[in-house]
């Protein structure tokens, strides 16, 4: 997971990553339609689920799918969040199945009433959680976009538009991307948002090339930065790390480095080649000696 | 080109045109004369090359006099000129609806038929000349077709039959050059075309179909001198010239004809090809040139690199000889790309065509996982190439081809293509072709799989011949040929045999093959179907029994719904890993290609720590689909395991060429592999593009400080 490029906003970063804040997660498997989707949807909730109870315990997890997946059930749960988060913890919402989109309003189909993005936005906005995150994979999501901004808000959508109405495949590379450590491509032993997005977008594209098929969806994501600062999962010992007071100092010391390796990187098509590259190879041995030192 | 009557070369045309317009003047005199000015006029405009123009007239000819199927037939002509032969056919069984007799009508569904290479050309034509025994150009086109089937008694018989109908008719003394110098003979009616340059277009066809290009492009540029403004013949010169690697004057060539108007499919595409080289890369070698487009040319080049080393070497002893220039390796990811290269050949040319010292082939990219063999494509390929160059292009069809595919399985047995449900079906229908026939298979197909059936075959033959005579008879034959011999006289001689009898050993050694596949297909088809139900209701040991009984039926089939997937499924369902891996490693060795199950096949290797088989396995797949970034990690990883650094470099490459996600880990993972292999300088770079992705990585870090001496800059 990468922050920001600048030290201020790292340092931020970093405060919003050790806050000791809970996660609030909903998932909901919507309306099947068809048997072969009706599974492939609950298989993907039920997998979620469970990676989200794996490990860490700042997470409240509800997961709604089949017969439960309904709007007064939603409704259900996100008042209950509304009622107990608080404004330094996080929210997230993933959305798998179908959705409808009319042109003017978009429609994610439950068993039942399905539920319109503008009544979603109504719920969502009512939850205090200061950091929100949804994730939006159905069919016809980049039409919920417009209804769901808001300033603290990273919204995800399996397609650019509300037009692209085909059943998706970005659902099954998000979980995957939750479970491959390869998604976690800056090693920091977090997968933030931004991760996850560019993994299962890139997975999603790869599908359409491999199946030589003409890509009916086109992920997009409306808050790249915020995204990188929003961690998703953590795993290994990295939590632990960034919450010993007594290696406070060398922390300090070592996130200065990697601030400036961001300026360097932030400089790279200005410099000649190798000066970059002798530049960047001594910070990365400092660094390193610098985590050897915390790791003793 | 002669197939193609689309060349504004009036001079070739003024006989056709002129009676034609003639038959229909006097037709329309009858009518009034208004309909006679505006026909008259329409073939001006056409003449004046006012397509635009014509095709209007024609348009309110027709309007006027919708019953006359002579204007449709003529309106069809001009589509058929101008590169929309949809259109014209359409016109012509619009006119055959009119009059049912219309001859010329005929002809011009036969000459679509033709240029198609349908099996159904010939047939077209006899019609045309039952409806009017006179009309020549269908003698003329039953001659070409014939010659393209290499049978020059027929094509002589044909071409002198139009001739004493029209003793001044072009194609068919063209045709009679054309023997004459595809027989290495010289001609006495070459001298005959005269300054009529598409007479010289359609000897160069004959050339070019039988890939001796060069004297084709000799041809082409002798249809040019005489007829400077046959836009055509700047076409196909342009077509050819790129075919070969000319690139420069192709595409000067190319220009020209398009920007004189002469924009078929051919021209149009071919320019947009070579528009498209600027997405290339080029690499040279001392013996080889490869080229790839940009974006997958990291990943492929040592793959290729390795096979075409190996292939020279294994051809340079195999047909003892050094090929004299180096030969040019085209890799298109866009199939549509690389058809252009195959347009207005004959021949499947599905996956790889070969053009002298140039070789044409899809990517693995451009088909679906699984569904093609690059190695075994690029190996066949280069087979070609020895044996055009052996015999300076004088080589029957079929015996190149397969040769080719003979080379394939020789390669590797698991290469090459398996036994389809298309060959069992036209062997049980006996419509394999004698020997002596058999390039009729691959030119003019009368039934949907006959080229794919004639691979086969052709693959058949030679598999036999070296295996009854020796690989060396092949040899001695290849020799043979190159002196322009028919392919009954090589085998009476080479073989001391009449091709009859060749014909008879060879069927009944193939049905020892085959015969029980054959046989047994339509109750393996009922078999298949039954353990399909079988494996739906979860009946894992009746699916096992049974599946293993009808593998032995025909194993060749590897393909979608194949035993071996239904029986590996079940033994996991069982819980029996071994019995997975038995039956997937059957599947792998018979050729079985799909990824999924491939890679299935080494995870169960792995697990059962026999992870040189898995390694061995997954070599395999790079062969087949090596755009697969999950591949070259495990290959990469199970090489590291295996002491086999080396290949863990090429694998960590492979993969950062294909930009993975996992970029910190990709080019750890290659740290790794080179710092295994000694090569520490270009390990601590790796390390360092490692932390570059992620500075963090302490895998990546605690690597570079071991190879920083004591840490220190």
Redesign the interface.
């Known amino acids: 997971m990468r922050c920001t490029k600048t030290l201020l906003p790292i340092l931020l970063c970093a405060a919003a990553l050790n806050a000791p804040a809970a996660t609030y997660v909903l998932t909901v498997a919507g309306l099947g339609g068809e048997p072969d989707y009706e599974q492939r949807f609950t298989g993907l909730a039920t997998e979620t689920d469970k990676i989200l109870r794996t490990g860490q315990t700042d997470r409240v997890v509800e997961t709604l799918k089949g017969a439960d997946a309904t709007k007064a059930k939603m409704e259900a749960v996100l008042a209950k969040f509304a009622a107990s988060a608080r404004p330094a913890d996080a929210f997230v919402l993933m959305m798998i199945g179908h959705g409808t989109y009319d042109g003017v309003e978009y429609k994610f189909n439950l068993p039942g009433p399905d539920v319109s993005a503008k009544e979603l936005a109504t719920l969502l906005n009512k939850i205090p959680a200061g950091r929100q995150l949804v994730v939006n994979m159905t069919s016809c999501s980049g039409g919920s976009v417009e209804a769901l901004k808001k300033d603290n808000r990273v919204i995800v959508t399996a397609t650019k538009s509300g037009t692209e109405k085909n059943a998706t495949v970005f659902a099954r590379y998000w979980v995957e991307a939750l479970r491959d ?8 032993e977090t997968i933030s948002a931004l991760e996850a997005f ?2 299962a977008q ?2 999603t594209a790869e599908f359409y ?4 098929r003409i890509a009916t969806e086109h992920p997009q994501i409306d808050e790249q930065q915020r995204a990188s600062a929003f961690a998703l999962l953590r795993f290994g010992s990295a939590a632990a790390v960034v919450t010993d007071p007594a290696k406070r100092a060398l922390i300090t010391k070592k996130e200065e480095i ?1 601030g400036k ?1 961001d300026e360097l ?1 932030y400089q790279k098509s200005l410099l000649a080649p190798d000066d970059y ?1 002798k530049q ?6 400092e ?3 610098l ?2 030192q915390i ?1 003793k | 080109m002669m197939r193609r009557a689309n060349s504004p070369d009036l001079v070739s045309r003024r006989r056709p045109v002129m009676t034609a317009v003639a038959l229909t003047c006097a037709a329309l005199l009858a009518g009034g004369a208004l309909q006679a000015q505006t026909i008259a006029r329409a073939e001006a405009l056409w003449k004046a090359r006012d397509y635009d123009g014509a095709n209007g007239e024609f348009k309110a000819l027709v309007a006027a006099q919708p019953k006359n199927a002579d204007y449709r037939v003529r309106w069809g002509d001009l589509f058929y000129e101008r590169f929309n032969p949809a259109d014209a056919q359409k016109l012509y069984e619009e006119a055959l609806e009119l009059n049912p007799k219309q001859a010329r009508a005929l002809l011009g569904i036969a000459r679509i038929i033709a240029d198609q290479f349908g099996g159904k050309a010939d047939e077209a034509a006899q019609k045309a000349l039952e409806a009017d025994p006179k009309l020549y150009e269908a003698h003329e086109l039953m001659a070409r077709i014939a010659l393209e089937d290499d049978n020059p008694k027929k094509a002589t018989e044909q071409a002198d039959a139009a001739l004493a109908i029209n003793p001044d008719a072009l194609e068919a003394i063209s045709i009679h050059a054309a023997m004459d110098l595809l027989a290495d003979k010289q001609s006495t009616w070459l001298p005959k075309i005269g300054s009529r340059g598409v007479g010289y277009e359609t000897v160069a066809h004959f050339y070019v179909i039988n890939r001796r290009y060069e004297e084709g492009i000799e041809l082409y540029r002798k249809a040019i001198a005489v007829a400077p403004d046959l836009y055509s013949a700047h076409s196909q010169l342009g077509i050819n010239l790129m075919r070969l690697g000319r690139e420069e004057e192709a595409l000067k060539e190319l220009e020209f004809a398009y920007e004189n108007h002469f924009r078929d499919a051919q021209t149009v595409n071919s320019l947009r090809l070579m528009e498209s080289y600027s997405k290339f890369d080029t690499f040279h070698y001392p013996n080889f040139i490869l080229r790839f487009n940009k974006k997958e040319a990291a990943v492929l080049k040592p793959y290729f690199e390795i096979e075409m080393t190996r292939v020279l070497e294994t051809y340079d002893k195999k047909y003892q000889t050094k090929l004299k220039t180096p030969v040019q390796i085209e890799v298109y990811p866009d199939h549509e790309d690389f058809a252009v290269r195959t347009m207005g050949m004959p021949g499947l040319g599905a996956l790889g065509v070969t053009f002298n010292s140039v070789i044409a082939m899809d990517s693995p ?1 451009g ?3 699984g569904t093609f063999h690059w190695a075994s494509t690029l190996w066949h390929e280069m087979s070609h190439v020895y044996v055009l160059n052996i015999t300076n292009e004088r080589v029957p069809r079929w015996f190149t081809e397969g040769l080719a595919v003979h080379e394939e399985t020789a390669a590797a047995p698991d290469w090459g293509d398996r036994v389809t449900p298309e060959i069992l079906a036209a062997m049980r229908d006996k419509k394999l072709l004698p020997v002596a026939e058999i390039d009729r298979g691959f030119v003019h197909p009368t039934y949907e799989a006959q080229v794919i059936v004639s691979y086969f075959e052709a693959g058949r033959i030679c598999d036999y011949i070296g295996q009854r005579w020796g690989e060396q008879k092949l040899l001695d034959m290849i020799h043979e040929f190159a002196k322009n011999r028919p392919t009954v006289d090589v085998i009476r001689e080479q073989l001391g045999m009449e091709p009859e009898a060749f014909d008879m050993d060879f069927m009944a050694a193939l049905d020892k093959e085959l015969g029980k596949a054959v046989a047994g297909f339509g109750d393996w088809t009922k078999q298949i179907r039954e353990i399909a139900a079988l494996a739906k209701d979860g009946k894992s040991d009746e699916v096992i029994e049974k599946g293993k009984a009808v593998e032995a039926i025909y194993p060749d089939y590897v393909e979608a719904g194949n035993v071996y997937s239904f029986v590996a499924d079940a033994c996991l369902a069982k819980g029996d890993k071994t019995c997975a891996m038995e039956e997937l490693g059957r599947y792998s060795k018979i050729g079985g290609r799909d990824p999924e199950r491939v890679k299935q096949l080494a995870k169960l290797q792995d697990e059962a720590s026999r992870k040189k088989e898995a390694a061995a396995t997954l070599q395999r797949l790079t062969y087949i689909y090596p ?1 697969d970034a999950e591949l070259h990690e495990r290959l990469g990883a199970l090489s590291l395991e295996n002491g086999d650094p080396a290949s863990a470099v090429r694998e960590y490459r492979a993969l950062i060429g294909m930009n ?6 990709a080019h750890y993972n290659l740290a790794r592999a080179l710092k295994a292999n000694g090569r520490n300088d270009e390990a601590r770079e790796e390390a ?1 593009a490692s ?8 895998p ?3 690597i ?2 071991e190879l ?1 001496g004591d ?3």
């Open positions: 450590p390869a998604a976690d491509v800056d090693k920091n560019n993994y890139k997975k090339t491999e199946q030589k990697e390796i990187k590259k960047l190879t001594a910070l990365l041995l660094l390193s000696k985590q050897d790791d | 990219s088909r679906p996982p755009q993975p996600i996992d970029q910190a880990g360092v932390l570059e992705a992620a500075p963090n990585f302490r990546a870090q605690k570079l400080l920083s840490g220190k800059n």
